[in-house]
């Protein structure tokens, strides 16, 4: 079993920037791909980022290709997420997420198996 944990989370205003965290627990976390989602009130969960096992791939949604940033440090089994240049849209709360899968299929969230609570991200001035 992995358990996953984010934080990193806040408000921060327009243009500004955050970077989020998601630790791992539990099991050999190099042997998953780790995505990043999230969720705004009244929306559908959206695919941000994902990153391959070894953290020489990466996978950005075009909403946020160019100001998100994601990798992973192996031998401290997290994930992070840097977002710069944030925007009111971005507002949302993120989730991270491990799964053994092709990572081809990396922005599909019903292909991770295990989810992180979540983290709140507000955009706002």
């Known amino acids: 079993q992995l358990q996953l944990v984010e934080s990193g989370g806040g408000l921060v205003q327009p243009g500004g920037s955050l970077r989020l965290s998601c630790a791992a627990s539990?099991?050999?976390?190099?042997?998953?791909?780790i995505g990043w989602f999230r969720q705004a009130p009244g929306k559908e969960r959206e695919g941000v980022s994902c990153i391959s096992t070894g953290g020489s791939i990466m996978s950005y949604s075009d909403s946020v290709k160019g100001r998100f940033t994601i990798s992973r440090e192996n031998a401290k089994n997290t994930v992070y997420l840097q977002m710069n240049n944030l925007k009111p849209e971005d507002t949302a709360v993120y989730y991270c997420a491990a799964g053994q899968l092709a990572f081809s299929q990396c922005s599909l969230g019903r292909n991770y198996g295990y989810w992180g609570q979540g983290t709140q991200v507000t955009v706002s001035s």
């Open positions: 539990g099991s050999t976390f190099n042997y998953y791909v």
